[in-house]
């Protein structure tokens, strides 16, 4: 099912590409970056450090000095440059170019940083079992569910055994599988399916936590799930 999507600051353009396929998922976010100049329009994004999300990933993932670290949809690497700092290995991936190499010199005096071009669906450059701590801010909520758990599978392929992964999302009744949320759309996620993406994807559930956003929406109408899950010994990536 292709769905319509609107950017809140071009309200009259409406982009169709986005769709419940990968190659639509895809295609939609390359598109934000290439015609959109997404990051440079986007409110949220002016200041190119701002600490948003930066909060929960470091008291709820917690990354620590021998932990090698992912970021799924890593951007132009904001969140990295606040945390390669504190881990041995920081790794961001992207479906898009534009994004990777902004983030190339903004990460350039960071420490241990690789950065990788990736295919939306697979996590394909990475290792099996290479990485300790993973986590995925803004990313997830704007998959169709398929892409989501194709993605969530390649976490637990390449987490070590007991490597955590911390995923956040959009909570919605989870009726539809695009909700109206203020500026973008969004897959929204009752408990039990955001609990259901990570156990399908063979990963176990350690903790879930709701987060109102009211600073960013006072209306009380956006919230977001944190889902903690690691990958225990019996886990299988398959
Ligand atoms: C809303 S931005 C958030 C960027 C970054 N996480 C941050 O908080 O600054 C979403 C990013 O995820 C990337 N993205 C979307 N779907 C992806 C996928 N399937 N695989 C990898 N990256 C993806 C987009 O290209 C975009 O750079």
Not at 90 to 113: F, H, K, M, Y
Not at 121 to 143: C, G, R, W
Not at 183 to 200: F, H, K, N, P, R
């Amino acid at each position: 099912m292709a769905v319509t999507f609107r950017l809140s600051d071009t309200p009259d353009e409406p982009i169709e590409t986005r769709g419940a396929t990968p190659e639509e998922n895809v295609s939609y976010w390359k598109q934000l970056h290439e015609s959109n100049a997404y990051f440079d329009t986007h409110n949220w994004y002016q200041d190119r450090l701002r600490f948003f999300g930066l909060d929960q990933i470091s008291r709820i993932l917690d990354p620590k000095q021998d932990d090698t670290l992912l970021e799924i949809g890593c951007g132009y690497g904001r969140l990295l440059w606040h945390l390669a700092p504190l881990v041995k290995n920081a790794i961001g991936l992207d479906l898009a170019q534009a994004p990777l190499t902004e983030a190339e010199s903004l990460l350039e005096s960071r420490g241990s940083v690789e950065l990788h071009l990736g295919d939306g669906v697979t996590l394909n450059p990475i290792k099996d079992e290479s990485i300790t701590a993973a986590y995925a801010f803004t990313v997830f909520q704007h998959m169709a569910r398929s892409v989501a758990l194709a993605n969530a599978r390649e976490v637990a392929r390449v987490l070590a055994p007991s490597g955590r992964f911390l995923l956040q999302l959009h909570v919605g009744d989870g009726s539809e599988d695009v909700m109206a949320t203020p500026g973008e759309q969004s897959v929204g996620y009752t408990a039990a399916q955001a609990a259901g993406l990570i156990e399908d994807a063979g990963l176990r559930v350690e903790r879930v936590e709701r987060e109102l956003l009211l600073k960013d929406y006072p209306a009380g109408n956006v919230a977001w799930w944190w889902v903690l899950a690691t990958k225990h010994e019996a886990s299988s990536s398959g």
